[in-house]
C-alpha cells in the first residue's frame, strides 16, 4: 500500500470514529428521553387510577342517594 492509500484509509477510519461518537451521544440522548417518557407515563397512569377511583366512588354515592 502506498502513503496515499494509507491516508486514504486513516481518513476513512477518522470518519467512521466520528459517526460512532455521533451516534453514541444520539443513542444515550435517546435513552435519557425514553426513561423520561416512560416516568411521565407511569405517573399519568397513576393519575388516571385514582381519578376513576374517584369517580367510581361518586357513582357509589350517588347510586346510595337514589335508594
Request: aromatic share 2%; net charge positive.
Amino acid at each position: 500500500m502506498s502513503d496515499l492509500d494509507f491516508k486514504a484509509l486513516e481518513l476513512k477510519v477518522n470518519q467512521l470514529i466520528e459517526v460512532c461518537v455521533t451516534l453514541e451521544q444520539k443513542n444515550k440522548a435517546l435513552l435519557r428521553e425514553n426513561e423520561s417518557i416512560r416516568q411521565e407515563r407511569s405517573k399519568i397512569i397513576q393519575q388516571n387510577d385514582m381519578a376513576r377511583s374517584k369517580v367510581e366512588a361518586m357513582i357509589t354515592r350517588l347510586k346510595a342517594l337514589e335508594h
